[in-house]
DNA sequence: TTCCGACAGTGGGGTCGCAAT
DNA sequence: ATTGCGACCCCACTATCGGAA
């Protein structure tokens, strides 16, 4: 199949907001492709979404800035595109950095100028056609002739789309059937939505809910079959041998096949947590991982068990799925959790796990089977909020559908001893359509010099802004040493001077330094 | 006809390891 | 030895479409 059907699919795709339409596309080519390169099929599905099948390339916008000339005509094919793919794949990270410029610069010679656009996306990973995952499921089942409900099914199970797309087009609701949970592949894991309050979280619920301790760590799946033991993040990333400690902690569970999803987290000697930057440094590091175990030890927590000897478990409710794994766990491995149906002592449940350190909740209905790859309803997490008044530094024209709006807000807070303005970080986040529109004219009112001028717009620190975020993190990007964690703008503040903002001493004390 | 669940998009800070400087 | 870059970890929130009520 040529690339040019690829990149013609995706400009029809961009060009309507209609999923249905989108659907439409999508599954046309996803049947031509069946038709005429069925071993392709997984690779087509992919670029459908706009991805690349391989996880990296070493190749980002960075390093193509500046282009070959284009081709005149579109001859390359999803399986050229695959080739190079797979080579820069393969070659990503071994210091090879002129056979991969060669690589990029023969792949994009042969490509037309709509095909370079479309492959530097792909690269890039900024597709913006309003399809990935989800509308692709769609097209898949719609050009596979099968229930929705099975491809999700089996994209769930498989953890990856393409095998499930090639399954669908070539062997239809069979082959989908026999898609089934294998241990040592990593599914999707289940996520939580979030609610602002615990009474919130309740009442989406009927009866009895479930509240367990969420730890600020990196999430884990695990599993063990028959003493060989594989340890996946929430992308699916195999990081086995970086936690020798946790492979220990498995290998001793009394089972011969299981598969648990969990968290890990650094503790200090009284088994309070650590920041999170510290967990997530020694996760991301694939030094020595005797050496790392001995200075940043890990403590694997699990919450659910997916499957257990020879059995899966993900159609059973949570509260069968949680007793099973309390048999198979020792009790240094479940964090603490709690099943009421009482508001008042829900409350009183968080407050005590949040007093002990930990990130906040997670509410679940017992009764509901594990939904892998959704962020359905079954969970929902809730952690408490803290605000802030600051003032605005400066702003960051958008881009995508934020293009031609100022956007992203810089954020700073008065020094109480020098007078001064700091910045803690910036935010997107929380703005209406209706607040893009009215920033855009307010800052441009405040801009020092011309606003146009520039990426970044400075501006007279004039405005001040309500920021809700979850905590203070450890900097050394602003010169205060410390950043807010996931900031968001609540609402503008005309009654409030920037004389009168929160000072840096205030946050530093938040913060416990 | 209205409501609401699912989805895509728009980016935030921190960290590591490797290649280039 | 230092810096730049790619990829990963954590993630919040709004707008929109289309099926459910």
Redesign the pocket.
């Known amino acids: 199949m040529l690339l040019s059907e690829i990149v013609e699919t995706s400009r029809a795709v961009t060009a309507t ?5 989108k659907v439409e596309h999508l599954a046309a080519t996803l049947r031509r492709a069946a038709a005429e390169d069925p071993k392709r099929i997984d690779v087509v599905a992919s670029y459908l979404s706009g991805t690349l099948p391989q ?9 193509l800035g500046e282009l070959p000339p284009p081709a005149e005509e579109a001859t390359l094919t999803v399986a050229d595109v695959d080739a190079s793919a797979e080579e820069l794949a393969g070659t ?7 056979t991969r410029r060669r690589i990029v610069a023969e792949l994009f010679s042969r490509a037309t100028a709509v095909e370079q656009a479309w492959l530097r996306a792909a690269f890039v990973g ?12 769609q097209a898949i089942a719609k050009a596979g002739d099968v229930p929705d409900s099975a491809v999700r099914r089996a994209v769930m199970l498989a953890g990856r789309t393409g095998p499930v797309a090639e399954a669908a087009l070539t062997g239809g609701a069979d082959a989908l059937g026999t898609i089934e949970l294998e241990v040592g592949r990593p599914l999707r894991p289940m996520l939580a939505a ?1 609610a602002p309050d615990v009474p919130a979280a309740l009442a989406t619920m009927p009866g009895e809910v479930a509240l367990e301790t969420k730890l ?1 760590g ?2 884990l799946q695990a599993h063990v079959d028959e003493g060989a033991v594989s340890l996946f ?3 699916l ?1 195999d990081v086995t041998d970086r936690l020798p400690e946790v492979v220990d902690v498995l290998r001793r569970l009394p089972v011969r096949q299981a598969v648990l999803d969990g968290e890990v987290i650094a503790l200090d000697e009284t088994g309070r947590p650590l920041p ?2 510290v967990t ?2 020694r ?5 020595d991982p005797e050496r790392l175990r001995a200075e940043v030890p890990l403590t694997p927590y699990f919450f659910d068990l997916l499957h257990l000897d020879g059995e899966d478990l993900v159609d059973h409710p949570l509260s069968e799925r949680w007793e099973r794994l309390a048999e198979v766990t020792s009790e240094g491995h479940v964090a603490p959790r709690l099943t009421t149906a009482d508001v008042e002592q829900a409350q009183r449940f968080f407050d005590d796990v949040v007093a002990r350190g930990h ?1 906040g909740v997670v509410v679940k209905d017992p009764q509901l089977p594990y939904a892998a790859g ?4 079954g969970w929902i ?1 809730v ?1 408490p909020r803290h605000t802030l008044d600051l003032v605005v530094l400066a702003v ?1 024209w ?5 293009k031609g709006w100022l ?2 807000i810089h954020l700073g807070a008065r020094d109480a001893e020098t007078g001064g303005l700091v910045m803690l ?10 607040m893009l529109r009215w920033q855009t004219e307010r800052f441009r009112e405040l801009a020092v010099g011309d606003p146009e001028a520039g990426w970044v717009v400075e501006l007279e620190p004039e405005q001040v802004v309500e920021i ?1 975020f ?1 905590g203070v ?6 010169p205060g040493g410390m ?1 807010l ?2 900031a ?1 703008v609540i609402r503008y503040r005309d009654d409030k001077p920037v004389s009168e903002i929160d000072t840096v001493q205030t946050v530093r004390a938040l913060a416990g330094w």
């Open positions: 907001s209609s999923r249905t339409a996880r990296r390339t070493g190749v980002s916008w960075r390093s990503s990270g071994s210091g090879s950095g002129a900024e597709a913006r056609q309003g399809a990935a995952d989800g509308v692709m499921l979030s600020d990196i999430r993040t929430r992308t990333e999170f930057q997530g440094a996760t991301a590091s694939s030094a990130e959704r962020r359905g309803p997490k952690k960051e958008g881009s995508g559908r934020r956007s992203n970080g910036k935010t997107f986040k929380g703005m209406t359509d209706e809700a979850d993190q450890r900097s050394t990007r602003y950043a964690r996931f968001r």
